[in-house]
Nanobody
């Protein structure tokens, strides 16, 4: 049974930082291109960061480029998202999943990130 468990969210002031974690099980994590997604209230879920299987290539949405860093530890079947210089528009629920549309798993609960003063 596939499990995706996101954690690390919280309330942070603008300019602050958070580190999200995605603990996975039930599939061969190292074989999947993975991604972090964000869903703001009233908006569709969007892919904000993507990382290839061996972490050779990382890509980011324009809105987070230069501020967010995606990483993974295949030995631990875990993925991370370091978020710096946070802005109010980064507020939303963050999810992890496969970054390949035809290979996505059932979504986890996500972790709420709120950027506010």
């Amino acid at each position: 049974q596939v499990q995706l468990v996101e954690s690390g969210g919280g309330l942070v002031q603008p300019g602050g930082s958070l580190r999200l974690s995605c603990a996975t099980s039930g599939f061969t994590f190292s074989s999947y291109v993975m991604g972090w997604y964000r869903q703001a209230a009233g908006s569709e879920r969007e892919l904000v960061a993507r990382i290839t299987t061996a972490a050779y290539r990382k890509t980011y949405a324009d809105s987070v480029q230069g501020r967010f860093t995606i990483s993974r530890d295949n030995a631990k079947s875990t993925m991370y998202l370091q978020m710096n210089s946070l802005k109010p528009e980064d507020t939303g629920v963050y999810y992890c999943n496969s970054a390949v549309e035809t290979q996505t798993f059932n979504w986890g609960m996500g972790t709420q990130v709120t950027v506010s003063s």
